[in-house]
């Protein structure tokens, strides 16, 4: 063979070769071009989806919740209100009525209560007893045409005493003695000691008890006159002679 064959074979084959190679590089460049387009086209599109999945799931999320609000607002709102107003009507309405029922209660009471006793309403008389010894029983006798009340006890002032006698705390009543039109109410008095204990004693003839409105009664004593010494004792007005005397 000659040297002019053998380059003209390694020339041939070497053509071939290289036209294998650029075919290969053509098929590569074939292949990642084709794969490249799917990929681009499933990026766009993937996440295309979720976007408006998410959107449509947000505005879903939106109805709701904007509904759930407005009947919240509206139930609570109204449920509210309507409360507020009921209860405070009732409890007007109610003290209204209470207050007018107690005022009523009230102003019937006290016009219904007798008013204080006054020197011009009663008639006092005093008698003197032997038993028990020393002893005088005050009677006031109503002679108006009301029932009034009693002072607690008589503030009697015998003579020209400055001192009000005091009171035996033990004949103390429950309640004021009150006595109605022709009534008497009765006291006792200690006006002396029965064993000559008492001091600075005197003889008199006057008596007069004060009562509350300023007024004064002036009270006729036994014929004689009484004497009393530093003993002298009154009790509380009573509604009987019992109570007077029991001291």
């Known amino acids: 063979m000659s040297a002019r064959t053998t380059r003209t074979r390694l020339f041939a084959a070497t053509s071939v070769a290289l036209a294998a190679l650029a075919l290969t590089a053509c098929e590569g460049d074939s292949d990642t071009g084709a794969e490249s387009v799917p990929s681009s086209s499933a990026a766009a599109t993937g996440p295309r989806t979720p976007s408006a999945g998410a959107s449509a799931s947000t505005g879903g999320d939106k109805a709701p919740s904007g509904s759930a609000g407005s009947g919240t607002d509206s139930h609570g709102s109204a449920g509210s209100s309507g409360e507020a ?25 006290q016009d219904d209560m007798p008013g204080k006793c006054s020197a011009s309403d009663v008639k006092i008389t005093a008698q ?17 045409s009301k029932t009034c009340m009693l002072p607690p006890y008589p503030a009697a002032r015998f003579g020209e005493a400055q001192a009000v006698p005091p009171v035996a705390e033990a004949t103390k009543p429950q309640s004021l003695t009150g006595v109605g039109p022709g009534e008497s109410g009765y006291a006792g ?8 204990s008492g001091e600075n004693g005197y003889e008199t003839s006057t008596l007069t008890i004060p009562f509350e409105d300023g007024s004064i009664a002036t009270v006729a004593l036994p014929a ?24």
């Open 85 to 109: 107003d009921t209860s405070g009507s009732g409890q007007k309405g109610k003290g209204s009525s209470a207050g007018s029922a107690n005022g009523g209660g009230d102003t019937e009471s």
């Open 128 to 144: 003197k007893l032997s038993r028990p010894l020393n002893h005088l029983l005050l009677t006031a006798t109503n002679t108006g």
């Open 189 to 196: 008095v200690v006006l002396s000691s029965g064993d000559g």
């Open 224 to 247: 004689g006159g009484v004497y009393v010494d530093t003993a002298l004792t009154v009790t509380y007005w009573q509604s009987d002679v019992d109570g007077a005397l029991g001291y």
